[in-house]
């Protein structure tokens, strides 16, 4: 017991460290497509405790991971997603806590400038070393895709059924990602100007390259998600200017981000499965 405290494979507890299991988890597995009401979750998920935290009891995991779902109007999209990432995440032996960060009517939903609010709630909230950006719609089919930060920012997805298993064009950003606090401080974390529909993504990719970080991808058998079909909302529509908004993206990246970010939380709730962080934006602001 002694030696192994040494060697650092085992912490004061006797508890080894959290290690992927690579050679024991399944792989691809069959997602499970069905809605569960949030009393049916809770009670399934009973060893989630209140906020949305798990923690393996198993291992010392080595980051403590919050999971940030930017959100309107898509509880049914949520129910499905929590029966899915909830067990691989258990299966995985990762630290988290599940936020979903829900923008009230009637402002234009703002994907990145959710990003901002996640991160920053969160961190209010818990020492957060790892942040994962997690659309609510995207259902992960792979055991074997694990839920970490890397020494780059992560893109988790090689493919979507959507796209017949592989992605629109190779540089997407856009989904699900991953940043160490650390690496989403140094980028000035999402813009905030993109209300509506598309561009945030490649906006946040830009932020990411012109500071030189690498970004990790993951393998096309490994990075796979089915997308829970759905329209696109009034309250998101197709954002007419995000064309001329990315191609300034790296000239706004010191002076607009996460430094310049405003908005007003109208609650923070510790529901079973999540925090709910209720939040009002001001478009004229
Ligand atoms: C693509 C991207 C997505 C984002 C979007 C453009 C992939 C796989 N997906 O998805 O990440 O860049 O284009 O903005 O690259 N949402 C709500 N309520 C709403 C509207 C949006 O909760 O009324 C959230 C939800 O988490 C959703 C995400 O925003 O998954 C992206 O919106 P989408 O699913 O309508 O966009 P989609 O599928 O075209
Ligand atoms: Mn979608």
């Not at 998920?45 to 291992?59: A, L």
């Not at 994907?111 to 942040?131: H, I, M, Q, T």
């Not at 997690?134 to 890397?150: G, K």
């Amino acid at each position: 017991q002694q030696q192994k405290q040494a060697t650092g494979a085992s912490n004061s507890n006797g508890l080894p460290s959290c290690v992927d299991r690579h050679d024991i988890l399944g792989g691809k597995f069959k997602p499970v497509m069905t809605e569960l009401s949030p009393d049916a979750l809770s009670y399934l998920f009973r060893d989630v405790t209140v906020g949305g935290t798990y923690t393996p009891d198993s291992c010392v995991p080595k980051e403590k991971t919050a999971i940030i779902i930017p959100f309107r109007d898509r509880s049914s999209h949520l129910n499905i997603l929590l029966l899915n990432l909830l067990p691989m995440l258990k299966r995985q032996k990762v630290d988290f806590t599940v936020f979903v960060i829900d923008q009230q009517l009637p402002s234009i939903f703002n994907r990145g400038l959710l990003f901002n609010v996640g991160f920053l709630e969160a961190s209010k909230l818990g020492p957060y070393d790892c942040f994962i950006f997690h659309d609510v719609d995207l259902v992960p089919i792979n055991d074997l895709n694990f839920y970490h930060c890397n020494d780059g920012p992560t893109h988790f997805i090689s493919g979507v059924n959507k796209f017949n298993y592989s992605l629109l064009y190779r540089d997407m950003f856009g989904g699900i990602v991953s940043f160490k606090k650390k690496q989403f401080l140094e980028i000035n974390g999402a813009s905030n100007m993109y209300f509506g529909w598309g561009g945030e993504d490649d906006d946040l990719r830009v932020r990411v390259v012109r500071r030189g970080l690498k970004i990790v991808r993951k393998y096309a058998d490994i990075g796979l998600y089915d997308m829970i079909k759905h329209g696109r909302e009034n309250s998101n529509g197709k954002n007419p200017v995000r064309g001329g908004l990315l191609k300034l993206a790296g000239k706004r990246q010191d002076s607009e981000g996460l430094s310049t970010i405003r908005y007003k939380v109208q609650g923070v709730d510790l529901l079973p499965l999540y925090t709910r962080v209720t939040v009002t934006v001001n478009m004229t602001e």
